[in-house]
């Protein structure tokens, strides 16, 4: 009997053991699935140009839009490539630049295939905002060799840089080129004021010129930006003065050296007269 008693005990302290075993393999494998089903937070993003200067995300922008001139081969002739048409109400004003010739802007109409309809050759210079916006923004090509389009601005900047001949077409860039007023038709306005201008180099990262072509928030940190790079850059220059409550307007162009979907970009800032 006594026998049979203790074979009873011995059995019920192995079942005991045996349980406290099993409650804590039970929990252990219950945490690991609970940490594979948990997600690992997202890391949070670095914050895009808006947010560093305190303006408001612009909108719209359309994600699948490239905000960049088409590169243009050196030699390529803005004839060689047939002209968009344009729409009735689609030229919203024309530009002369100081030394250079007059040619007329046209609308940001989208293509509806996340394009603009007049960056699809080299015969155009378009908006890439709204009529009536605070900061116009207003794109073109820089023909390099023909010296049509946006090219001149180059002359405009190296007037101002002391610099009397252009690197890439060779042409003079003389006192012609320097005037500091735009004779420009737009948004009712027809005179602009040069406040500043500065080029950036291949390795500038592309979150720039998204700024500077997309940017619809705080004006006044937009005109920092634009001031500080120009007292930055060599080959950029502060011409005039401006303020937050100013019409104000950026013409971009590739740079002379490289352009195309690299950072290189002349960036030229006006305000209405």
Known sequence: ?????RLVAILLAALFIAGIFFSIFASTAYAKEKTK??????VSPTPTPWQSLGAATPSPTPPAVTPQPTPTPDGTSAAATPTVPA?????????????????????NRSDGK???????DYNHIFAMTPQGAQVAVIMGHNMRKSGKMFHALHHVQNAWLGKGKCER???SCTSANKASTFDLEYDGYK?????????????????????????????GAWLDYQLSRAGSSPKG?????????????ILITCGDKIGGSTGA????ILKAA
């Open 237 to 249: 220059m502060t011409v005039g003065t401006a303020s937050a409550g100013d019409k104000l307007m």
């Open 169 to 171: 077409c060779g042409a």
């Open 37 to 42: 089903a948990t997600p690992k937070p997202t």
């Open 87 to 107: 729409a009735k109400g689609d030229v919203w004003g024309s530009v002369k630049i100081p030394g250079g010739k007059a040619y007329s802007i046209y609308s």
């Open 265 to 268: 970009r002349l960036y030229m």
């Open 1 to 5: 009997m006594r026998r049979i008693t």
């Open 191 to 219: 005179k602009w004021d040069l406040v500043c201008f500065y080029e950036t180099e291949s390795n500038e990262p592309a979150s720039t010129l998204s700024f500077n072509a997309l940017s619809t928030g705080s004006a």
């Open 114 to 120: 996340g394009g603009y309809y007049y960056n699809k």
